[in-house]
């Protein structure tokens, strides 16, 4: 059996977002929490919870657990390419409301298809 002491260690493989803490002052926005839990899990438990942390788009198993807990499902992420789609997507319709011509529009169109395959727009 392994300890996880979801405050301060994640699985092997799986980042931290203390780790990955880019922006110092995100501790301060964020809310502290006042308990500490330390699950026991074995190594298939653990391999389920990594699987199940990378289908939903989740770093942090604490975050994972929480989510879990407090609503009974955890929040599906969207990757950055769905962002850079959605955003393409706007900017296809700014552009058929402004009557921009056919060529402009194909252009654009084929940008989302081609990040739609993994390319960038």
């Not at 199940?52 to 009974?72: C, E, H, L, P, W």
């Not at 060529?103 to 990040?115: C, E, G, Q």
Request: aromatic share 2%; charged share 25%.
């Amino acid at each position: 059996m392994s300890d996880i002491d979801l405050a301060t260690h994640i699985p092997s493989g799986v980042a931290c977002c203390s780790a990955n803490n880019k922006n110092k002052n995100r501790w301060n926005r964020m809310e502290r929490k006042d308990s500490r839990i330390t699950i026991r899990l074995n190594q298939s438990e653990i391999d389920q919870l990594k699987s199940k942390m990378a289908d939903a788009g989740y770093t942090s198993a604490g975050a994972f657990i929480r989510d879990s807990v407090a609503t009974g499902r955890v929040k599906p992420k969207i990757s950055s390419n769905i962002v850079v789609i959605a955003k393409e997507l706007a900017t296809l319709a700014g552009m058929i409301k402004g009557d921009r011509p056919k060529s402009d529009l194909l252009d654009k169109v084929r940008a989302i298809a081609s990040a739609n395959a993994g390319g960038v727009v």
